[in-house]
């Protein structure tokens, strides 16, 4: 049981490395975007990546969710990487058709091609990057992590700072790192011999694509939460609007880089674990304390929104902050829905992620298109958290039913869940903001204690043993 554990840890600490070295880096650009960029282009930029978002999942059938599935299964690695790169092939030709009915959309008309590179180039990353999982090259992907982070930062600082190339730079700073990040991935991890042996197999290529399929939907409806919104915010309020709102959604990502880490480790291990003995008694001790964590990180970053966010973006972006609270809420929900999605991929059952998020979406669409037009920005916000709770109370709930001998502790959860969304709600409006965050951290500890007294110790023992 132990060896579970410790190996679980060890992957999360080798991917832990390259998420936080290349998402801080990547943070650091921020400031960049927002001194250089209007908060229009900076809107109108993140619509081009918001269509090729959109654009990925049906033009890649999301195949890479059934490499990671399938690839690890015993004989089947390599057959499983010319399924995918069969399904790459065609799907590049596919969106360079479509290309040019981009167009049709006035806002990104002149970016089109853009992002046609930027999909074909976001697909080849993703394949190579979970191919280097599948053959458990771990701390290879993690590398490429920070490696590509800081291609990003390099072809940034040439393009927007010496080059003064503007929307065109930003771009091509993406689409660059990324073409780069995958031909590297692609070497490094063999993927040409592994090719070259191998020959093609009809009944897997079937089985692949049966179960990535659901994933496309899902994906949609993922894009739906995540940048429907951004789309309402620019045709009902502006394109400055959807500038601030932008700003605001990159800093929760510091709780999604968190969970980011894990469902990598996590999506390996609950796969391996399932396949092997399928205990029970593990999952649930991991979502104990994993939950745990995440919520103490949210409480502790909302607690300094305010003060970093006044000097971390632009004077044009400084009201911000009042929506960051409430994402931060939300990334914390999407961290819960995470776990329950990892034992999802382990028992094969794609179709209840993608119903789960399904439903979320449109919830989300509901919120925004009533509370935007009243609210503003606020609306966004609020149907970003609601959509996001949605989806991880209906796989939580999902997964008791599958599961039933785990433990989720639905009290303490509760309690957790209503804890931050008060601190969020009043840390929003300005209201006593250190008071209400010290408070929140207080009863945080008092509700968890049972769960953080034996972290302390295995740390103080760890401490102990080194000196």
């Known amino acids: 049981m132990n060896n579970k554990y410790k190996r679980l840890i060890s992957d999360m600490g080798i991917v832990a490395l ?43 059938l999301s195949i890479f969710n059934g490499l990671l599935r399938y690839g690890l299964v015993k004989g089947k690695r390599q057959n499983s990487l010319l399924c995918a ?45 979970v191919y280097l999982r599948v053959k458990e090259m771990i701390k290879a992907y993690s590398a490429m992590s920070i490696i590509q982070a800081l291609l990003l930062v390099g072809f940034n600082i040439v393009f927007l700072y010496v080059l003064k190339m503007g929307v065109q730079g930003y771009l091509l700073s993406t689409i660059l790192s990324n073409a780069l990040l995958s031909f590297l991935a692609f070497v490094i991890g063999g ?55 932008t700003a605001a959604s990159k800093i929760p990502a510091l709780v999604t880089v968190l969970s980011s880490i894990f469902s990598q480790a996590w999506g390996l291990a609950s796969i391996k674990e399932f396949d092997s003995t399928n205990e029970t008694s593990f999952y649930s001790t991991v979502f104990k304390y994993y939950s745990v964590f995440i919520f103490g990180v949210t409480i502790i970053i909302i607690g300094i929104t305010k003060p970093f966010m006044s000097i971390y973006v632009g004077k044009a972006f400084e009201e911000s902050w009042h929506y960051v609270p409430l994402l931060l809420v939300s990334a914390t929900f999407s961290a819960l829905s995470i776990f329950a ?97 010290a408070i929140s951290f207080f009863i945080f500890c008092i509700i968890t204690r049972h769960n953080l007294m034996p972290m302390v110790e295995m740390l103080k023992t760890k401490m102990n043993r080194r000196k």
């Open 341 to 437: 999605s990892g034992l999802f991929g382990a028992l094969k059952q794609s179709n209840i992620i993608m119903t789960t998020t399904i439903v979320a979406s449109i919830a989300n669409i509901v919120v925004n298109y009533v509370l935007i037009p009243i609210t503003g920005i606020y609306g966004a916000v609020v149907g970003t958290v609601f959509a996001y709770f949605i989806v991880a109370l209906l796989r939580i709930i999902r997964l008791k039913r599958e599961i039933r001998s785990m433990n989720f502790h639905f009290l303490k959860l509760g309690i957790l869940t209503i804890l931050i969304l008060l601190q969020a709600t009043l840390v929003g409006i300005d209201y006593h903001v250190y008071a209400v965050s």
């Open 85 to 129: 790169s069969i399904v790459f092939l065609v799907g590049s030709v596919v969106t360079v058709f479509l290309t040019p009915l981009l167009g049709l959309y006035v806002p990104i008309r002149e970016w089109k091609w853009y992002m046609c590179a930027n999909v074909i180039v976001h697909f080849a990353r993703l394949n190579s990057l």
């Open 18 to 60: 390259g998420e936080f070295g290349s998402k801080l880096l990547l943070l650091l650009l921020l400031p960049i975007y927002t001194h250089i960029l209007t908060d229009s282009e900076y809107g109108i930029a993140d619509l081009v990546f918001a269509g090729s978002d959109l654009l990925l999942p049906f033009i890649s």
């Open 191 to 245: 993927m040409r011999t592994d090719l070259q042996e191998t020959s093609f197999d009809k009944s897997l290529m079937k089985e692949m694509v049966i179960y990535s399929i659901p994933f496309v939907f899902n994906d949609v409806s993922w894009w739906i939460i995540y940048s429907s919104d951004k789309i309402m915010i620019e045709r009902m309020i502006g394109d400055a609007a959807l500038g601030i709102y």
